[in-house]
Nanobody
Framework: QVQLVESGGGLVQAGGSLRLSCTAS??????MGWYRQAPGKQRDLVAA???????NYVDSVKGRFTISRDNAKNTVYLQMNSLKPEDTAVYYC????????WGQGTQVTVSS
């Protein structure tokens, strides 16, 4: 069973940056995504990357977030710049076309 481990979250001021990492216990030959869940809200996909590197973003993070992957390391990254308080959430990674057991996520808190 594939396991996902997210890391890199933290507390940052508005305008700051963070880089999240998600490492899988084995290779995933499929599109991967970063999801986030704010308190009291549903978990939403915010960025996705195909196995070949094509990316897609929700409008609210376009131009600020960059998703990338290193298939040799079974790792997906999310570079987050110009962070806003509304980006505060627990961030998770997972496959896009099917569901792997969720990891513990990593908390991102952006203060104003």
């Amino acid at each position: 069973q594939v396991q996902l481990v997210e890391s890199g979250g933290g507390l940052v001021q508005a305008g700051g940056s963070l880089r999240l990492s998600c490492t899988a216990s084995e290779s995933i030959f499929s599109a991967m995504g970063w999801y986030r869940q704010a308190p009291g809200k549903q978990r939403d996909l915010v960025a996705a990357i195909t196995n070949s590197g094509n990316t897609n973003y929700v409008d609210s993070v376009k131009g600020r977030f960059t998703i990338s992957r290193d298939n040799a390391k079974n790792t997906v990254y999310l570079q987050m710049n110009s962070l806003k308080p509304e980006d505060t959430a627990v961030y998770y990674c997972n496959a896009v076309a099917y569901r792997i057991s969720w990891g513990q996520g990593t908390q991102v808190t952006v203060s104003s």
